[in-house]
Each structure stands twice: as C-alpha cells, then as structure tokens.
C-alpha cells in the first residue's frame, strides 16, 4: 500500500495568501474481497483498487466497440459550452441522442453537428428504464455492454443498489457534491483526476443541497469562499483498470483527462429501511436525517420570533448542544 501526503500553495487568484492542505489517497495494490473487508472498508476513507479482474471491457470498450454494441438507443445527456459543469446554476442543457451518435461526438474535441458550440462538451449518466421509479442498472440499460464487465464482488448482492454507466468528454469537470451510499467508481478507459473532502469538511464546502458551490478548486476566490482555505483535500489519479471505493458522505469532484468510460457501482451498507425509497440516484438523505433536518427548520422557524439578541443566544445553545449530544469522538 502507498500512502503519501504533501502540502500545496493555491495558485494566484483573489485572497490567494492562505494554503490548502492536500494529502494523496491510499493506493492498494493486488485488491480482492478479503483484502478490502478487512483492511480498507473498515477505515471509512477513500482507496484507489489495482490489480482487479474488470473483465474484457479493458480492452474491449473502444469508441467503435462501444459505438456498434450499444446501438442506436436513446440516451439523455449534458450538454455544456464550458468544461466546468455547475448544477447548482444550470450551465447546461439536457438533450437525447442516439447512444452511438453521442458516444462518437464525446469522443471528438470539435463537432460538425452540435447543439451549443463546435467545442461543446458531453456527459452520460445513465438512468433506470423509468427514472422516477427504477435506479439504473447497466443490466438492464446496457446488457450488450453489461456481458464485458467484471463488477467486484465487494458487498452481498441484495445490497446492490445501482450500476451507473458514465462517459465523458475530455477536460469535463463534474460538480463537487456527495451520496449517501457506497460507492465503486471503475475507470474503465481513459484517466480521471478525483479530488475528495471528508464529511468533517462540510462546513468549509459552502453546500447547497448535496452541492458545494466552490466550482474551482484549484483558483478558489477565497474572498467569496474564505472558509474554503481550511478544507483537506485528498487526490488521485485513476488510469484504466483502477477502482476508486468512495465512502457514502464524501464529497467528490472529477475531471476527465482525456475522453473516458467508467462504471460507479452503489450499494446499501445501512439497513434498507434507513434509505428514501424514492430515491432512484442515491443522493436523498437518510429518512432520519430528512427528519431531523425538517426539525431543525421548525425550530429555526420559532427563533425568528425573538428578538435578535436572544436569538443568537439560543441558537449558540442549540449548536453547543447538538456538537455535545451528536458529534462523533472518533472524527475528533
């Protein structure tokens, strides 16, 4: 196992004095079952997989490969001008296309036919057969494909969630943002660069919903994001064959290097009851959490009714009581 860590310097840009800490993420090598049930799993942080069996997907899964075994089904993708998506914002459309049609424009750096701009990028995020209802599973959606991969055997079946089929455009850059199940992500071809915060680091992140707003993280504006500077940020690089575990809560952020194809696969690690069974994606929160965070609103909501000085005090109380009776000890 490798496991090294540095510190960087944020690149000139507004506010630019303060550091960031960066660490590399553990590197395993010659992974199997046994070995990430009892040495990474239980450490709850991310790992990057070598030397497991994908299956003739490898090699297989060229942009022509691909092309003709998917075939003509229609997909819906994101279509953006710019390199750097935001969801929080919307800087891009959704549009059908025939699944060979889109993976040859994902594949090109300029198209002769685009929606957008000759340069536009593309991402593919597969979907269950009724996305309100079903989660996606590259099975049903893909099967021709589906027969070449290997899915690691690292959780019992019947805590299989979803498998997500994901292919981008060179230099696309997804948002930062976290799910609330374990994850897989398998690169399949092409290399991407993952950079990770801990769920300790939310309150740096500045979130909407499950979203950070902080779209760069190399050039931050520290003066619009300055509690950003006090993140870890943990990095890697994922060339074809390798497998990224990703720890529900996470927050993750990717950014294609060259045009690539990957596999996240989900699965529930709490007992299924805890789970939204409506969420099709596995980005709802917990039951319980949605609930406690709907209290947490009401009681918000009864301190508008005091003036502002005892409003400050009681919502101080509030935060010394909840870091006192939820914070765990073992992320101190």
Known sequence: METTARHCFLRPGPNMDAACSKAAVAVHNHADRDMFLREVYPQRKPAVLKGIYLGACTSKWTVDY????????????????????????????????????FVKRAAEATHAEYFISEDEKYYLRSLGVDPRKDAADITKQFPSLADDINIPAFFDKEQFFSSVFRISSAGLQLWTHYDVMDNLLIQVTGSKQV?????????????TGDKSEVLDLDTP???????????????????????????????????????GVGVNVFWKHLPADCYNTTDTYGNKDPIAASRAMQILDRALKALDELPDEYRDFYARRMVLRIQSKSYSKHYN
């Open 195 to 207: 950079v990770l915060f801990s769920p300790r680091d939310a309150p740096y992140l500045y979130l």
């Open 66 to 101: 691909l092309s003709s075994a998917g075939g003509s089904q229609e997909v819906k993708v994101h279509v953006a001008s710019v390199p750097q998506m935001d969801f929080i914002n919307k800087n891009f459309n959704y549009r059908t296309l025939p699944f060979d049609v």
């Open 221 to 259: 504006d520290l003066e619009k994001y300055p509690q950003f500077a006090k993140a870890q940020r943990y990095e890697c690089q994922l060339e074809p064959g390798d497998v990224l575990f990703i720890p529900a809560l996470w927050f993750h952020n990717t950014v294609a290097k060259v045009f």
